[in-house]
């Protein structure tokens, strides 16, 4: 059996803006409960709909092992200033190809509209540079979540095609491609 190889925690915690990406932690359940309350939530990840608090500890402790397992990055998002648990982002290997992150973030209902996720994808994306392998960046969203849409843009993605019918969590869903590269120099 094949261990897997566990990935560093960054030294520095990524920022941008007023967020800040950091670790979960039990403190957070709160702001997990209130994001378990869209439902669209435990579509795209593995908080369940209307998480109680052992659930949401429950997410806590999967979110933290995702470095360990060498799957990719689980973040908090907070704000920069007070701490306050904002929502969820990550950056997860693609396996086979070393050059390609996958990223994905979450806001919690109470933290939107304020450019949260915009930041945070900003962060993640900064991370992302940090590991000299790394060539692009990408996202897929469904065609129809145009809040996610503007944050790609808003980010700088640029839309890379569109995935038709693509299994996802035991559905088949059609999602918008986007792709950062890494900039020259």
């Known amino acids: 059996m094949v261990r897997p190889t566990p990935l560093p925690w ?32 435990p579509l795209i990840g593995s908080l369940p709909h209307r998480a109680d608090e052992v659930q949401a500890l429950a997410y806590v402790e999967r979110q933290l092992s995702r470095p ?11 704000d920069g200033v007070s701490d306050e648990a904002l929502g969820g982002a990550g950056l997860w290997l693609v396996p086979d190809d070393p050059r390609v992150l996958t990223a994905g973030y979450s806001v919690a209902p109470r933290a939107r509209g304020r450019g949260v996720a915009t930041q945070a994808l900003r962060a993640l994306v900064g991370f992302a540079w940090t590991r000299p392998h790394v060539e692009r960046v990408e996202l ?9 849409l503007r944050v790609a843009a808003a980010a700088g993605f640029e839309r890379d095609g569109l995935e038709r019918g693509r299994e996802f969590r035991g559905r088949a869903v059609d999602l918008v491609r986007f792709v950062l590269r890494r900039p020259a120099g």
């Open 10 to 41: 960054p030294a520095v915690p990524p920022a941008s803006g007023t967020v800040v990406l950091r670790r979960f932690t039990s403190a957070d359940v709160g702001m997990l409960r209130d994001l378990a309350t869209d439902p669209y939530v």
């Open 68 to 78: 360990e397992q060498g799957v990719g990055w689980s973040f908090c998002v907070a």
């Open 140 to 148: 897929r969203v469904e065609p129809d979540n145009a809040a996610s």
